[in-house]
């Protein structure tokens, strides 16, 4: 009879025990009930949930971005160059471009990455090479020969703060400062850093869709302006389709192959004032005055990215580029002029109005996309 | 008497079983305060970390949303096997092999994310007894991701 006790206990005990075990072992899942994880507190009852940066299907973040750019032949229309007064100093001339290259190289990577705060911090190197049909002259507008010779450049820090309020609402920072110019191997003064930023608050009201709305102080179209801002990121329930867009500065639709394969249709302002900095020919004239180019442009294109090999992606663009503005502003004063898109009066005329015809461009980069 | 006995060992043996489910495990080992439930930032899942011989594994146990649009059970569907596509979400290991480093670290194992088949290599550092930092990353620690995850109450067994 204790035989039989002893059998019944020791059984028991390994009927009662195996449920323990499955718990650290790979349990056959019809044996589990998934039920009893629905509705759980966290432990510390204090904690809060809050809204995710990214959301369901987005497009990888570039940590680290090293690419190509390439505009085909298009030409220059330099317009007559003037003093303040309005005295002509240059004749204006059309010349005709090759190509527009340069490698633009960049990198984001995070600070802080918190559930309530990230923080990330990027800097950047865009260069401009202008390959000219016949090398400028000095009898030549002296805008070309000074493109054709600096060609223009960018580089700049950048920094990210994304803020979750709650569990979907946000605010998110973006600032840069950017060294913009016709400057070669020794960099410019401190003093001719460009500074953008945009602020915004928002919405992440579902897993697959957030939105915010802010203002932005941009160069984007070469101009210092302020602008209105609209965030607008959404995937679609099946993931084959999506929307990222912060309006104006750039707006996409993107078809989901894969999450490694993913093609985008859309368009992106791009632009900075570059200031024309020392000894630039044909400019001297000007030389007790602080000149800019305020080049901005549209690109509407067409995007494939995709994973090489695990976390690096390439990217293929292709598009047209549309000049907006190529224009040569005088900062009478040193400060940036702020025009409003012309509604504001009174304001200096440009130096030099020029037109730009817009040929195809085509990018190629690689990336090491965020985990 | 040996009814009682009987008695009294089978509703000790059930009384273990079911303590040991509801309340954490209690264990000397300081690696095993990993051990439980917890959501990462997205709140979209909850992961089940347990230990298996010395490596602590985590799967899923809860998504957000269990089925696909058609209603059927979600699956691996961004696996880069495509002969693993058709495994459950829902108990996916996508924690693997982390071994327990002393200082509340944990390294040596993977993460895996479905959401893009991507697998990372991992650390995970306890800032407290309720709060994981999950870094994936690719080759050096510097270049990744970090995700706050809580813990979560241990499950009631339910009365049926």
């Known amino acids: ?371 | 008497m040996l009814r009682k006995l009987t008695f009294l060992a089978v509703s000790a043996v059930i009384a273990f079983g079911t303590l040991s489910f509801d309340l954490p495990q209690q264990s000397e080992d300081p690696g095993d305060r990993l051990i439980g439930i917890w959501e990462p930032s997205n709140g979209r899942s909850r992961i089940k970390i347990d230990r298996i011989g010395n490596k602590y594994y985590g799967r899923v146990v809860w998504l957000i949303e269990s089925n696909d649009a058609d209603g059927n059970p979600r699956t691996d569907i961004n696996n880069p096997n495509p002969d693993l596509r058709n495994v459950p979400l829902r108990g996916f290991r996508m924690c693997k092999d982390f071994v327990y480093q002393g200082d509340d670290q944990w390294s040596e194992g993977t993460l895996y994310d479905p959401n893009n088949g991507s697998t990372y290599q991992g650390t995970i550092t306890m800032r407290d007894m309720n709060t994981l930092d999950m870094r994936g990353y690719i080759g050096v620690e510097a270049i990744g991701r970090t995700d706050v995850w809580k813990r979560l109450k241990m499950p009631s067994r339910k009365k049926k």
């Open chain 1, 1 to 371: 009879m204790m035989r039989n006790f002893l059998k019944l206990t020791t059984a028991a005990i390994v009927l009662a025990s195996t449920p323990v075990f499955a718990q650290t072992d790979g349990t056959a899942d019809d044996d589990i009930d998934w039920s009893l994880y629905e509705d759980l507190g966290f432990e510390d009852e204090s904690m809060k949930r809050y809204a995710n940066a990214k959301i369901e299907g987005l497009s990888p973040a570039k940590l680290i971005s090293i690419g190509y750019d390439f505009q085909g032949p298009y030409s220059i229309a330099a317009g007559d160059l003037t003093k303040a007064d309005g005295t002509t100093l240059e004749g204006g001339d059309a010349m005709q471009v090759n190509s527009t290259a340069g490698i633009r190289a960049g990198f984001n990577l995070p600070v802080i990455s918190q559930t309530n705060l990230v923080w990330q911090m990027g800097a950047n190197y865009w260069n401009t090479s202008y390959n000219y049909a016949e090398a400028p002259t000095s009898s030549d507008n002296p805008l070309h020969q000074s493109l054709s010779e600096h060609g223009l450049r960018t580089s700049g820090i950048s920094t990210t703060i994304y803020k979750p309020l709650d569990d979907t609402q946000f605010i998110l920072f973006q600032g840069s400062a950017d060294m913009s110019g016709t400057y070669g191997a020794s960099a410019m003064p401190a003093q001719y850093l460009k500074y953008s930023a945009a602020a915004l608050w928002g919405k992440r009201p579902t897993e697959k869709k957030q939105w915010g709305v802010g203002l932005a102080r941009t160069y984007r179209v070469g101009e210092l302006n302020y602008i209105p801002v609209i965030l607008y990121n959404k995937t679609s329930a099946n993931n084959k389709w999506g929307t990222e867009a912060l309006f104006p500065a750039r707006v996409h639709v993107r078809r989901t192959i894969n999450p490694r394969n993913m093609v985008f249709l859309g368009y992106e302002l791009q632009g900075q004032s570059f200031r024309m900095y020392e000894n630039l020919p044909g400019f001297e004239q000007l030389r007790d005055e602080d000149l800019e180019i305020r080049r901005g442009e549209i690109r509407v294109r067409a995007v494939y990215e995709f994973s090489l090999k695990n976390f690096i992606w390439m990217s293929i663009q292709a598009g047209y580029r549309i000049n907006y503005r190529y224009d040569v502003d005088r900062l009478v004063s040193g400060p940036d002029i702020y025009r409003a898109f012309g509604l504001i009066d009174g304001t200096p005329a440009y130096a030099q109005m020029n037109g730009l015809t817009n040929p195809f461009y085509v990018n190629i980069s690689v990336n090491l996309v965020s985990p």
